[in-house]
């Protein structure tokens, strides 16, 4: 078996839809890959798993699963699946057993940069449009950060605190891209994450908006994974 035998499934974050794999979805096309998006609606935790695992239901074959940001917690949770051979985290949350992205984020340094989320609004956050450039989007062109801020998918308070009860990488091997320059996720609380689960870590410079700006680099590290597995 190759890598290419292995199919290669992507899972966006919070605020952001799956159009931003459009890159890596190029990159791994053209090498081979068959390759899904998960368009999550990200309003909980539970129906992203099931809508992620729906995808995978619908795969002959091992997968390589991979979460962007809060796609992070949506792998951990649907990962157990039987299809799924390895998981890899694009600066991602990776909770464990009874924890949740906002367990995770209360972890966070407080003395960095600070995610800009604004109050919730009748269940849903957003992020100010104003400083999700500096904080989501730094190494994006201003046109592209301003689309990705002016085109927010609302993020789900039972997607933030949403809890794993399995946790995926406890029994399948993990790879991290690990971003040095991410504003949303700081680069200490990925360290963190990637050695809690014995993760192969990729070190990279970059945004948290990395798997748009650096499609080659995130390609990269999912066709390790493959070729590993």
Known sequence: MTAQDKTVVLVHGGFVDGAGWRGVYDELTRDGFDVRVVQNPTKSLDDDAATTRQILDGIDGPVV???????GAVITAAGTHQKVAALVYITAFAPDKGESVNALLGTFPQDGPQPPILPPVDGYLFL????????FAGDLPAQDAKFLADSQVPWGLEALGGVISEAAWRSKPTWYLHVTEDRMIPPAAQA??????????????????VYVSRPAVVADIIRSAAEAV
């Not at 100010?128 to 904080?135: G, I, L, N, V, Y």
């Open 128 to 135: 100010d449009r104003a400083k999700f450039a500096e904080a």
């Open 65 to 71: 699963l991979v979460g962007h940001s809060y796609g």
């Open 192 to 209: 963190s994450m990637a050695e809690r689960m014995g993760s192969t870590v990729v070190e990279t410079p970059g945004s948290h908006a």
